[in-house]
C-alpha cells in the first residue's frame, strides 16, 4: 500500500540558509510528523478510531446520512450519480490504487522487484499470502452465505504493517522491511488482479473496448516522448470512466494507467551537475541583489532552466508518486478508513465475531497468512529459487508474515464490493478488525523477541 515508504533525509524539515517565517511556527510540527515514517499509520488508526466512536454514539444517525448523502457530477445527460460513500470507494480511491500502479511499476523496474532473484522470495510468500487465506476462509464458511468474500482475508496493509515494525526500530534490519514491502506491492498487485476478475459485474464490452483504446493512447503517448502529466491526467479520468460504465472495477483502470507513465530520464545524473554548475557561474557572474529582493530577470530565468533540468533527470512517474504519496496518506486514505470502518459495536458485535464470515476472515487474516507467506517463502528457499534476506532469521520472517494478517485497507475494500449493501458487510467488518488487530499484536510480539542474526539456513 502507498505512503509507507522511507522518507528522504530532512524530508520535512527547513532547507539550510532559509529564513524563519512567522507560518513557521505552525506549519514545523506538521512538517516533522509528516516526514515521520509512523505518520501514515497514526492517521490511518486516529481515522480508525473517530469512524468507530461516531457510528457508536448517539450521531450515528449523522454518520449514515452523510455517507448516504447523493453526489451527482457531470454535464447535461452525461452525468454520474453516486453516494458519498460509492463516490469514495470508486473515485477516491482511484487516486490510492494509481499510485499503488506506480509503485508496482517502480518496483519491478529499479525496486526489489527489479531481479528474479530477488523478486521470487517476496512473489512466492505473497503466493502463498493469498492462497492458504482464501483456502481457509472458504474451510470456514463453506459455500453458504457469505462465500463471496474468500477474498478479503487475502490483503496486507502495507502502511499499517510497515507502522508496527517500525515500533522496533533498528532491531528489524532494513532488508526485512524491503520484504515486506515487496511482499505487499505483489499482494496488492494480486488484490487487483482478484477485485477486477471476481467482483466486477455486468460487463459492457462497448465501454471495455473504449477503455482499452484510451490506454492504447496513452501508451501511445508515452513512447512519443509526452511528457506533460495534464496529458495522461485526462486520459486517465477518461479511462476511469469508461471502466466504470464498463462494469470492470475502475481500480483495474488506475493501476494499468500507472503502467503506461513514462519512467525515463531525458537527462542523466553528470550531465545534470555539468549543467547546475554552468548555470551556477552564470548566476554568479550577474549583479548581486540584497537580500529578499526580488530577482532580475536573468536571474530568474537561470533559475527556471535549473528547475527544467531537475525535472528533465527525474522520471514522470517519480514525480507523480512523489507528489501524490501524501495526498493518499493524509487525505485519501484517512477518508477511506472514516468512511468504511465504522461499524457498531453494541450487543450485536459478539454475535457478529461469531459469524463464520467473520470467524474465516479473523482465522485467515491471523493463521492462513503466516502459514501462507512463511511455508512458500521456505519452499523458494528450499528449492533454491531464493535467498533468505541479509541478517534476516526465520523467526523474524515469521513475525513479518503474521503481520502481513493486517488486511484492514484492502481488506475493507474487497469486503464492501463482496457485501455491499447485505447485512453481511458490518459482519465482515467485525472480522476484519479484529483480525487484524490481533495479527499486528501478535507479529510486533514475534519480532520483539525473535533472534537479530541468521546465516540464511533453511530449518
Do not use: C
Not at 90 to 105: S, Y
Not at 130 to 154: K, Q, S
Request: net charge neutral; charged share 10%; glycine share 12%.
Amino acid at each position: 500500500m502507498p505512503g509507507a515508504g522511507p522518507h528522504a533525509p530532512g524530508e520535512g524539515e527547513r532547507l539550510p540558509g532559509e529564513p524563519d517565517q512567522p507560518i513557521d511556527w505552525l506549519t514545523r510540527p506538521l512538517r516533522i510528523f509528516a516526514a515521520h515514517r509512523l505518520s501514515g499509520a497514526v492517521m490511518l488508526l486516529a481515522a480508525t478510531i473517530v469512524a468507530l466512536v461516531w457510528a457508536n454514539s448517539r450521531w450515528a444517525d449523522s454518520y449514515n446520512a452523510l455517507l448516504e448523502t447523493p453526489l451527482s457530477i457531470g454535464v447535461g445527460s452525461y452525468a454520474i450519480s453516486k453516494s458519498m460513500l460509492l463516490w469514495i470507494n470508486d473515485a477516491l480511491m482511484g487516486i490510492f490504487f494509481f499510485v499503488v500502479g506506480l509503485e508496482i511499476k517502480r518496483e519491478f523496474l529499479a525496486g526489489a522487484l527489479a531481479s528474479v532473484r530477488k523478486a521470487m522470495l517476496p512473489i512466492a510468500g505473497a503466493i502463498g499470502g493469498m492462497v492458504i487465506p482464501a483456502f481457509v476462509y472458504v474451510l470456514v464458511v463453506g459455500g453458504a452465505e457469505g462465500a463471496r468474500g474468500w477474498g478479503i482475508p487475502m490483503a496486507t496493509d502495507i502502511a499499517f504493517a510497515l507502522g508496527v515494525l517500525a515500533l522496533l526500530g533498528d532491531r528489524v534490519p532494513i532488508s526485512l522491511k524491503v520484504f515486506l514491502t515487496a511482499l505487499a506491492i505483489v499482494d496488492d498487485l494480486g488484490a487487483i488482479l482478484v477485485i477486477a476478475v471476481f467482483y466486477s459485474e455486468g460487463i459492457l464490452v462497448g465501454s471495455l473496448l473504449a477503455g482499452g483504446a484510451l490506454i492504447g493512447l496513452s501508451i501511445g503517448a508515452n513512447a512519443s516522448g509526452v511528457k506533460n502529466p495534464i496529458v495522461y491526467f485526462i486520459l486517465r479520468t477518461l479511462v476511469w470512466f469508461a471502466f466504470l460504465k464498463s462494469g470492470v472495477h475502475a481500480t483495474l483502470a488506475a493501476v494499468l494507467m500507472a503502467f503506461t507513465i513514462p519512467a525515463k530520464i531525458r537527462l542523466d545524473p553528470e550531465a545534470l551537475f555539468a549543467r547546475l554548475a554552468h548555470l551556477r557561474e552564470s548566476f554568479l557572474r550577474l549583479d548581486t541583489l540584497p537580500p529578499g529582493a526580488l530577482l532580475g530577470h536573468g536571474q530568474h530565468q537561470i533559475l527556471e532552466v535549473m528547475a527544467d533540468s531537475l525535472a528533465a533527470a527525474t522520471a514522470p512517474l517519480q514525480r507523480l508518486e512523489h507528489a501524490l504519496l501524501p495526498v493518499v496518506t493524509f487525505l485519501v486514505i484517512p477518508i477511506f478508513a472514516l468512511a468504511n470502518a465504522g461499524v457498531s459495536v453494541s450487543g450485536s458485535f459478539a454475535e457478529s465475531a461469531r459469524h463464520p464470515v467473520a470467524l474465516g476472515i479473523v482465522l485467515g487474516l491471523l493463521f492462513g497468512k503466516q502459514a501462507g507467506i512463511l511455508a512458500f517463502s521456505w519452499l523458494a528457499v528450499r528449492l533454491g529459487l531464493a535467498d533468505l534476506p541479509s541478517g534476516v532469521s526465520w523467526r523474524q520472517l515469521h513475525g513479518v508474515a503474521v503481520l502481513g494478517g493486517i488486511g484492514f485497507t484492502m481488506s475493507l475494500f474487497i469486503g464492501s464490493l463482496a457485501f455491499s449493501g447485505t447485512s453481511l458487510e458490518p459482519v465482515a467488518k467485525v472480522g476484519i478488525l479484529l483480525g487484524s488487530a490481533a495479527s499486528a499484536l501478535a507479529g510486533l510480539t514475534l519480532l520483539a523477541f525473535a533472534p537479530a542474526r541468521s546465516h540464511g539456513k533453511t530449518p
